[in-house]
Structures are given as structure tokens and as C-alpha cells.
């Protein structure tokens, strides 16, 4: 069992940053593969990056070049950072994690077993 936690949420103007972290606790919590998602109101959860336990790091396209994931093992910890924020980033954002990524499906929230209670960005214009 893995829990987790995020927080750094929060509002800022456009062009402005952010950093979410999301605490994992649990067995084996350092070796699991982590994603953020996001949902924004009237819409479906979507893929915004992961990285796996090995450190490889993956992006949707609409946040590559802004958004930045990385992760302290030793603290069981994983961040996002987040840069040039726009308003169509509002969204409470998700933390995931699973052991094993089957196919390479990374960006597909079925394949996580754990989610965080989620944290609210806005982003105002």
C-alpha cells in the first residue's frame, strides 16, 4: 500500500510558477513509478507527466518546456514544477503511482494504483 499526499497548489497569475510535491509513503514507495494528472471542470483526467523509477521522464505537449518532474528518492518525494503558467492549466492536479507501466502506456491513468486527494491550481488571466 502507497500513500500520497501533494500539496503546493494554490493561486498565481499567468506567467507565473508554481512547484507541487507530493509525499509518498508506504512499502517499497521510492520504486514506484509516478505520474501527475490533472482534471479541470467538465473535463476528463488528463496525462500531464511522469517519471518512472528509474528517473526517465515524460510530458504532455502541453505543458513540454514549462513543467518540470523530478523526483528525491530519499524523501520519497516527487515535484512538479510548474513555469509560464497559463489559464488553461486550472485544474486540481493528481499524484499516481504504480509499480509496473505495461506497453510504455505512462500517459493512461488506468495504470496507476495509488492517487493522491489532489491539490487545486488556478490560474487567473
Known amino acids: 500500500q502507497v500513500q500520497l499526499v501533494e500539496s503546493g497548489g494554490g493561486l498565481v497569475q499567468a506567467g507565473g510558477s508554481l512547484s507541487l510535491s507530493c509525499a509518498a509513503s508506504g512499502r517499497t514507495a521510492s520504486s514506484n513509478n509516478m505520474g501527475w494528472f490533472r482534471q479541470a471542470p467538465g473535463k476528463e483526467r488528463e496525462f500531464v507527466s511522469a517519471?518512472?523509477?528509474?528517473?526517465?521522464?515524460y510530458y504532455a505537449d502541453s505543458v513540454k518546456g514549462r513543467f518540470t518532474i523530478s523526483r528525491d528518492n530519499a524523501k520519497n518525494t516527487v515535484y512538479l514544477q510548474m513555469n509560464s503558467l497559463k489559464p488553461e492549466d486550472t485544474a486540481v492536479y493528481y499524484c499516481a503511482a504504480t509499480r509496473y507501466i505495461f506497453g510504455g502506456s505512462y500517459y493512461a491513468s488506468r495504470q496507476y494504483d495509488y492517487w493522491g486527494q489532489g491539490t487545486q491550481v488556478t490560474v487567473s488571466s
Open positions: 517519471i518512472t523509477s528509474d528517473g526517465s521522464t
